[in-house]
Structure formats: C-alpha cells, structure tokens
C-alpha cells in the first residue's frame, strides 16, 4: 500500500482536485490500455468523507460485456485494475464512489477506450523534435488521410518543443492540427511497427513526454544517480523522473524508446563494470523504470522490452570522442542486448545525419532574402531543402527521422514480437591492417539475413564514421580537452584512469 499512495500521489500532482472524484490527467477519453496478457488500470483522486472509508468500483462494458471490479483505495487516492483483455475493442468505463465520499458528482467516465499495446517514448529534442520538422511527415499524413494507421492513438504531455496533446487517433490528431506537432521519433517508430506487424497490428498507444536539452540525471532518481559515481547532479536531478515518469507508473505499458544523451557529452562516459558515468547511469535508468512501473504484479512486465538510440553524428555539442558515447550509450559493451541491459534493443542512428546540415549554412543564414554572399557559397542546396522542410536549431536535429523509426521498429518487430528480421546492424568481429589493405570482419551471426554493403569513399576533412587506431600507444577511450602543445589530456584511457598522452589522439593521421 505505501507504494500504491507514494506512486498516486506524484501521477496527481498535476490535476487541482476541485472535483468528486476524478481520473488521473493521463487517463482519459480513446485512449489505449495495455492489452493481454498484462492487467491495466484506471487511477485517481476523490474527496472522501471522514465518517466512513470510501468505496470505489469501476464498471466496463463493451464489445457486449460488461463486469465490475472494485478499486484500491489509499486516503484520496484510488486505482482500479481491469481484467486482461484482447486488443481491440469500444469501452466505456464508469467509476463511481458508492460510499465515504461527498454527495453529489461522485460518477465518473471515460469513453472510446481499446486495449492494445503502449509504448512510452521518452529522452531530449531529438525524441521531441516535431514532426513539422521532418521530411516525410507529408507522407505520413495522406497515409492518415487515406486510411492508413488507424490503429494509432498518442497522448503527449507538455513540454519545451511541443504542445500538450490529450489522447486521439493520428487522423484525429490531422483534423486538429495536432499531427505535425507530436515527436516525429515516437511517431514514426509507430507507424513503422504498424507496417512490419501489417494485418495482426494492434491499437499501439504512443505516449511522448520528452524534454529538449535534458540530462540522463532527469530522468533518474537522485538515489539511483549516485549509485554511479563520476555522475554530476544538481538542482535539476531528478525533476523529469519526478515530473514524467513517476506520473506514468501505475499506467501498464508495453515497454519503453528512449532517444537522449547529446547534453551528457561533456559529461564522463565511464563504464558499466566499474559503475561509473553515463555507461553505468543509462542501465540503472533502465532497471529503476521497470521496477517502478511493474510494481504491481500482472502489470508492466519487470523486464519489459527498452528500445535506444545511439546520437546523430551531428548531436556532440561541440565535444570530442562520440565513439566512446556510443559505446557508453550501449553500457560499455558497443551492442544491445547485453548483460548490464537486458531485453533491449537498438537503432544506430550515427550514419542519419540530415542529408543538408550544413552548419556553415545555417550558422550564416544563407537562405534569402538574407545576404547570400561569398561566406555562403555551396548554400543552394541547402536552402532548396529548407524551403519544403524547415530546420529546428540546424543540423543537431537530423529532419530524416523516418529511416530511424523504421530501424527501431525493426529491431522491435524482431526482438519483441517475434519477427523474421535481422534486429542488429552489422557488429565488427575483429580488423587487420596488411600493407594498404584493411580487412574487417563482422559477426555473421549477428548479421542474419542482412548484408554488408560497402560504397566508394572519398576522404574530406572530416573522418568517416569508421575509424581504425593506426598507432596503439595513442589510444584514448574519453579526451578531456583534445590535443594541445602536442600531448592529449586523456580523461579516461580505457582503464578509466586520467592519463597524459604524448602526441595527438584526435588527429587524422592517428586514425
């Protein structure tokens, strides 16, 4: 009981408790509850009397049923949990205060509800970035318009990047001019589960409640944070778990996509093993969301599936070594699933940088009717593309947000629901250098059905997103401030220790 009143009290945190009785904020009219197996439940506040304790029940009915369950009650707080039920369905369902609460207003309802299956998307602005911002979002609408994905509903909380969003379908959310200003990530993620499942899709619930600019420390618990050391915490630790979690827990879902890390880069990426940094802090996320939403037994599965997203190449912030991020990002093990993240699966997304992210061009503004002179030559291309598909703080959002939906779905399909799909990208097994030739090898396990496929590289300025260690004694897993004077401050050399390297470790010719 004392975790029932711990969790109801936060979930209510943001509704005024002017009536009756009153359902949660998140627990409203067409939207989808998790199907069976799992039980799912329906929450709340009430006014009680103080003569008597309170007697809630709720009543469903539909698809020519109908049963009664009565509801936990903790002071003025209540939870009903509902009968597992198939995906599908039209429901009605009534709770009422039969006893203990003031007379008058104490019948409640809620209308349009399905059962199907409820996947929580969470993280920082490119889990938020909306969909107005992406390249395909006009696709996705005729789709809507025409028919497809109906079996979509999304709820979205407030937050920096997007408006508050009560549950709808998508052609709802259309005909409301609220589609284009759901997350594209959560959305397409959707959609893309939605074709691989085809005729045996459910209803799929898209519940977004991400925050553009936020740390991993915001999204976990100050007791968990610290468990992991090299972890900074602040004023700020803890607000989004306290504000976007926890307000979610006693809602059974599916399982969970999360899309963070680019404002931890200038943080320690550490390790697992050694609980340290952003490497130890992701899986403790993951282990304290689970354990708090499948509190109650018949609810959230405790392992319940977590999809990740490794960062854009564009997403550094200005910070060295995002090698090491993915890395720290897949808890130091640089594949998913694995033994300090189980039952969890991967889109990379290092290789989806928007196809004109160009920051010179946007850092200029080169576009007309702004001056397009000589600091902005090679621009055209760029302002054709933001002409039809406008930027949200230049490249650091990639706007190709569909092919990312889609490998997350993939790897979803596969991993979760039993899908004859490769779940991994390709996983390096190992590499030799022979003279000029380099040979790499790859885990053909791991690989499936898939294939490799190699295109012709043209050098710039910048290194390929592969790269190779040529020199072995300048290997640096995390630089603290790159190379200067000709020595490398290495910040962790792999050992997580902080060393002083003797030449550059950053530098093309070393990779």
């Known amino acids: 009981m004392q975790t029932l009143i711990r969790l109801l009290l936060s979930s209510l945190l943001v509704m005024q408790v002017v009536g009756l009785i009153q359902f949660s904020d998140h627990v409203q009219d067409h939207m989808v509850l998790q199907r069976y197996p799992q039980k799912s439940g329906v929450y709340g506040i009430l006014n009680a009397t103080s003569s008597s304790p309170p007697v809630v029940s709720a009543t469903v009915a539909g698809e020519g049923d109908e049963y009664t369950v009565e509801a936990k009650v903790v002071g003025n707080q209540w939870i009903a949990y509902l009968k ?42 490119n889990m938020a970035l909306p ?39 998508v052609l709802n959310a259309t005909e409301q001019d609220r589609f284009f200003t759901f997350s594209s990530t959560c959305y397409y993620f959707g959609e893309s589960l939605t074709d691989f499942l085809g005729t045996a899709a459910p209803p799929i619930g898209l519940i977004h409640t991400a925050w553009g600019g936020s740390t991993a420390e915001q999204w976990t618990s100050n007791k968990t944070s610290s468990q992991c050391k090299n972890v900074t915490q602040n004023s700020g630790s803890q607000v989004w778990f306290d504000q976007r979690i926890v307000p979610f827990a006693n809602m059974t879902v599916k399982g ?43 609810t959230t599965e405790p392992n319940a599936p977590f999809g990740l997203v490794t960062l854009a190449s564009s997403g550094s912030e200005g910070h060295l070594d995002m090698g090491a991020m993915y890395m720290a ?10 033994p300090a993240m189980p039952n969890t699966f991967l889109a990379h997304a290092y290789d989806i940088a928007d196809p004109w992210g160009n920051g010179t061009c946007y850092k200029n503004k080169c576009c007309p009717p702004n001056d397009v002179g000589t600091k902005c030559h090679g621009c055209a291309g760029y302002c054709n593309s933001t002409a039809g598909t406008n930027f949200y703080m230049g490249g650091i959002h990639p706007r190709d947000k569909k092919p990312l939906g889609i490998r997350l779905a993939q790897a979803c399909y596969g991993s979760v629901y039993g899908g004859d799909v490769a779940v991994r990208g390709p996983v ?30 043209q050098r710039h300025n910048n290194a390929s ?42 530098s093309l010719t070393t990779w």
């Open 329 to 338: 990002q897949m808890g130091s093990y640089g594949d998913l699933p694995n």
């Open 131 to 169: 969909l107005i911002h992406t390249i395909s979002r006009n696709i996705s609408l005729a789709a809507i318009q025409g028919g497809k994905y109906s079996n979509i509903r999304v709820h979205q909380m407030y937050g920096n990047m997007n408006p508050r969003t009560p549950w709808m379908t």
């Open 428 to 457: 390096i097994s190992g590499c030799r250098v022979e003279g000029d030739k380099l040979t790499i090898t790859f885990n053909s396990t791991l690989l499936g059905k898939d294939q490799v496929a190699v295109t012709d590289y």
């Open 84 to 125: 597992p039920t198939p995906d599908g369905g039209n429901y009605t369902i009534t709770v009422t205060c039969k006893s203990g609460c003031i007379d008058g207003g104490n019948v409640i309802s809620i209308s349009d509800v399905t059962f199907g299956d409820v996947w929580y998307c969470g993280g920082q602005s």
């Open 256 to 298: 969970f996509v999360w899309y963070q890390g680019e404002n931890d880069m200038g943080e320690l990426f550490g390790n697992s093993e050694r609980s340290t940094g952003y490497a130890c802090e992701v899986p403790s996320m993951i282990a304290e969301w689970r354990e708090l939403f499948s509190q109650e037994p018949g």
């Open 465 to 506: 997103s592969l790269q190779v260690l040529t020199n072995s004694s300048l290997f640096c897993m995390q630089t603290k401030d790159g190379c200067k004077n000709g020595t490398t401050n290495c910040r962790d050399n792999g050992d997580g220790k902080q060393v002083i390297i003797d030449g550059d470790s950053e």
